[in-house]
């Protein structure tokens, strides 16, 4: 280890730099973060509650429905939020659609 850094103090010395004087290779290879990648919060547990109310085909006709799986700016929440199983999120999904098609729901909600 001295004789390295004997060798090193010649070298900035003589004016010739090296490619380790140059290169910090952790930053390349990301060694020494701290932080850990921030992980994405899954709701557990969620019961569908369309399931659960009984709902065995969702309309478009029934905004009151709709509007309670839409957000502050009108698009569809998603499954994994609302909670909603496979099959009525599809249903869900093609229900916002028509009843926007029909103007009983907005496209986009403009707030300022």
Known sequence: MAEEK??????QENGSATLEDVFD???????????????????????????ESGVKYLTYKDVYQLKKFTSVRGKVIGSDKSGVCTKHQRQLSRAIKNARYMALLPYVSLTK
Not at 6 to 11: F, G, I, T, V
Not at 25 to 51: A, H, I, N, Q, Y
Request: glycine share 4%; proline share 6%; hydrophobic share 20%.
């Open 6 to 11: 004997e060798e090193k103090e010649k070298e």
């Open 25 to 51: 290779e952790s930053v390349v290879t990301g060694e020494d973060r701290d932080r850990p990648r921030r992980k994405r919060k899954l709701m557990v547990d969620l019961k569908c509650p369309l399931c």
